[in-house]
């Protein structure tokens, strides 16, 4: 069984930067892709951000390319989300997220494991 905790999350001012991060236990986390999530109340899971094994490849959904970068560090088996110049529109709870097939999903039923989410709040 893979445990995923995040943390980082926190009240930010539009403009701002944060950081996530996702600490896996259990298992070794290089053996997973991992990604990120959002949620806002009402409103299911959004894809944020995925990396690959290796930390080779990552993807992003559309409205955070440029801003947020997605790494990986696997001796540490922590991944991390680099959100800049953050918007209200990029507030909710964060999840990370694990898979163990090697496949760069945005859809959350690909993953396997999850961690409890951390909260983002942007407002000015």
């Known amino acids: 069984q893979l445990q995923l905790v995040e943390s980082g999350g926190g009240l930010v001012q539009p403009g701002d930067s944060l950081r996530l991060s996702c600490v896996a236990s259990?298992?070794?986390?290089?053996?997973?892709?991992m990604g990120w999530f959002r949620q806002v109340l009402g409103k299911e899971r959004a894809f944020v951000a995925v990396?690959?094994?290796?930390?080779?490849?990552?993807y992003y959904a559309d409205s955070v390319k440029g801003r947020f970068t997605l790494s990986r560090d696997n001796v540490k088996n922590t991944v991390y989300l680099q959100m800049n110049s953050l918007k209200p529109e990029d507030a909710g709870v964060y999840y990370c997220?694990?898979?163990?097939?090697?496949?760069?999903?945005?859809?959350?039923?690909?993953?396997?494991?999850w961690g409890q989410g951390t909260q983002v709040t942007v407002s000015s």
């Open positions: 990396i690959s094994w290796s930390g080779g490849r990552s």
């Open positions: 259990g298992r070794t986390a290089s053996s997973y892709v």
């Open positions: 997220a694990a898979g163990v097939r090697n496949l760069l999903s945005s859809r959350a039923d690909d993953y396997d494991y």
